[in-house]
């Protein structure tokens, strides 16, 4: 009777083990990690306003968020190209504080402006160290207007500081730049925030800093700068708000208080950059993971 016992608690005993024995686990099927993004910044026009894109890229580096392709207009041709020469963010700032008007203002009497614009061009090409346009670090476009065709031209090569005179040339102010036979002024008669000159070169995600004050919002232009910008701002308004509107995200620093000559404010133009952004990163990171895995959809 004891060996029958003992055998039947063996068996019962082997029955169990049996049933509690565990499954081997699946093995883990890869996921394919998400597609890297190639972020570009559109940096808008707004003459003194300008100052604000060294805050909106210092805050997106200080995020990891550096952009690759750098596009700007007018006074965001003159950041841009400094910024795809390799300056980082705070070098920016610190030129930013060394700058005066003194060091880009060039007077001229005729000429089809007051502003010869040679001073800037120079000033440009001293600080990328005389770089053509395709020879910086990152690539980088500078939009102007063909003052013949009235189109949007974007500068992608060739001399970098008369690219973002040309640029910068707002009709009236400064004189029209000649570039081979043609003649050029300010890119925000066409193109006020260069979004698709950025996606050109090859952004996959485009983040669009628009300093312009809209004119309803603003107060009211009481000097030629004042109303030249404000006129170029109404002609551009339209075609703007269309580009603009294919951008992956748009950030609009509040510079509205800051006048087109006030270059004594570039710490609260830089400062409300930065602010603005800080604000934006959530929903930037947010937009990117959401395009990262378009992405991977789309190239399974």
Request: net charge positive; glycine share 10%.
């Amino acid at each position: 009777m004891t060996l029958r016992r003992s055998l039947f608690a063996a068996l019962a005993l082997a029955s169990l083990a049996a049933c509690t024995t565990t499954t081997p686990p699946k093995p883990e099927v890869a996921t394919k990690p998400l597609p890297k993004l190639r972020i570009g910044v559109a940096l808008g026009g707004g003459a003194a306003k300008g100052f604000a894109h060294v805050g909106v890229l210092k805050m997106l580096e200080a995020q990891g968020l550096t952009p690759v392709v750098v596009s700007g207009t007018s006074a965001g041709s003159v950041v841009g190209s400094l910024y795809a020469a390799g300056y980082t963010p705070f070098e920016l700032q610190e030129k930013s504080f060394a700058l005066d008007e003194d060091s880009i203002r060039d007077l001229s009497l005729g000429g089809g402006g007051l502003v010869k614009g040679e001073k800037l061009q120079d000033y440009v090409n001293k600080l990328v160290s005389n770089r053509p346009i395709e020879k910086l670090s990152k690539p980088f476009a500078a939009v102007a207007t063909n003052l013949d065709t009235g189109k949007r031209t974007a500068f992608v090569r060739g001399n970098t500081g008369q690219a973002v005179r040309a640029s910068s040339s707002i009709p009236s102010i400064f004189q029209p730049v000649q570039i081979g036979n043609q003649r050029y002024v300010d890119g925000g008669v066409v193109s006020p925030v260069p979004v698709d000159a950025a996606r050109d070169l090859g952004a996959d995600f485009v983040i669009a800093v628009d300093i312009s004050t809209k004119p309803e919002q603003g107060k009211g232009a009481d000097g030629m700068v004042s109303i030249l910008n404000q006129t170029i701002t109404i002609m551009g308004r339209q075609l703007g708000e269309q580009e603009l509107a294919r951008a992956d995200f748009v950030i609009r620093p509040r510079v509205g208080r800051i006048g087109p000559a006030d270059f004594d404010q570039k710490h609260i133009a830089i400062l409300e950059g930065e602010k603005a952004t800080q604000a934006a990163l959530p929903a930037i990171k947010q937009k990117i993971e959401q395009k990262m895995r378009e992405l991977a959809a789309k190239n399974p």
